[in-house]
């Protein structure tokens, strides 16, 4: 795990569906950190620090890529 960081921050569950449908699609490593957390305590999820996507270094261009994307069309991120 020393090898993922930060990429993204999300507040909400809901907001990441679509970013791991794409992730799963393209075969790239992640883990969500606090997503279950946040899924059962969702007003605590400023207090958590958000839903953190983390990713494998060697993904980092490809990921943001996918978050530019996605910010600029579908304006979820």
Do not use: C, R
Not at 2 to 21: M, P, R
Not at 38 to 62: C, M, Q, R, T
């Amino acid at each position: 795990m020393e090898d993922f960081q930060t990429i993204a921050i999300f507040n909400y569950s809901h907001e990441i569906v679509v970013l791991k449908h794409l992730l799963e699609q393209e075969k790239i490593n992640y883990f969500f950190e606090n997503e279950t957390l946040v899924s059962v305590d969702p007003f605590g999820s400023f207090a958590y620090g958000g839903i953190k996507l983390k990713i494998h270094i060697n993904d980092f261009e490809k990921v943001q890529e996918f978050l530019d994307d996605l910010n600029n069309n579908l304006k979820i991120v």
